[in-house]
Nanobody
Framework: QVQLVESGGGLVQAGGSLRLSCVVS????????MGWFRQVPGKEREFVATITRSGGITYYSDSVKGRFTISRDNAAVYLQMNSLKPEDTAVYYCAADLAGANPRKSWDFWGQGTQVTVSS
């Protein structure tokens, strides 16, 4: 069974930075494209960033482009979040998929989420 575990969320002031991590267990990590999504209560979950299995291609939503960076190594996928804004406040979810990094498709596996709160 595939499990995704996120870490690194917390409370930060506007303009600050956080780094999220996600570890995958249960299957070879390199088999998966990985992604980060976020959700605010009462709203649909939205795409933040995704990365291919090789790490060679990344996708970003317009709202985070230039501020957030997705990366991966042999152990985990990361989301470096800089210049955070109050509107970045959300639960951030890690996702994994065997089929690729297209942010618009349905993803196979999800973590339980980590809360990010940005105060003004």
């Amino acid at each position: 069974q595939v499990q995704l575990v996120e870490s690194g969320g917390g409370l930060v002031q506007a303009g600050g930075s956080l780094r999220l991590s996600c570890v995958v267990s249960g299957r070879t990590f390199s088999s998966y494209a990985m992604g980060w999504f976020r959700q605010v209560p009462g709203k649909e979950r939205e795409f933040v960033a995704t990365i291919t299995r090789s790490g060679g291609i990344t996708y970003y939503s317009d709202s985070v482009k230039g501020r957030f960076t997705i990366s991966r190594d042999n152990a985990a996928v990361y989301l470096q979040m800089n210049s955070l804004k109050p509107e970045d406040t959300a639960v951030y979810y890690c996702a994994a998929d065997l089929a690729g990094a297209n942010p618009r498709k349905s993803w196979d596996f999800w973590g339980q989420g980590t809360q990010v709160t940005v105060s003004s």
